[in-house]
């Protein structure tokens, strides 16, 4: 399935789009979050947020630009700095 048929469903309300995307994507970016933060607990929460940021507003990724993961893993990327400078 490509990246524009997930968001589709996503868009649609398609939890199981939600899920897929999850189990795709994941490990990457709580992967990129427990790097930058060395925090198992904030990378579960920064991994949380990014994916309830793509079920709210899937419209806001642009196949355009890229890839899902890159986009999902970019979202952690930038939430984790935030973290790991007020913390």
């Known amino acids: 399935m490509s990246d524009m048929d997930l968001c589709a469903r996503l868009t649609a309300g398609d ?18 979050a427990v790097k930058v933060t060395g925090s198992q607990a904030t990378a579960e929460e920064i991994t949380q947020n990014v994916f309830v940021a793509l079920w709210e507003s899937p419209q806001t990724y642009d196949p355009g630009l890229g890839s899902l993961r890159g986009w999902l893993v970019s979202r952690a990327l930038h ?3 935030l973290r790991a400078k007020v913390g």
């Open 15 to 32: 939890l199981d789009a939600l899920a897929e995307a999850y189990d795709l994507h994941g490990s990457y970016v709580f992967g990129v």
């Open 79 to 81: 939430e984790s700095a």
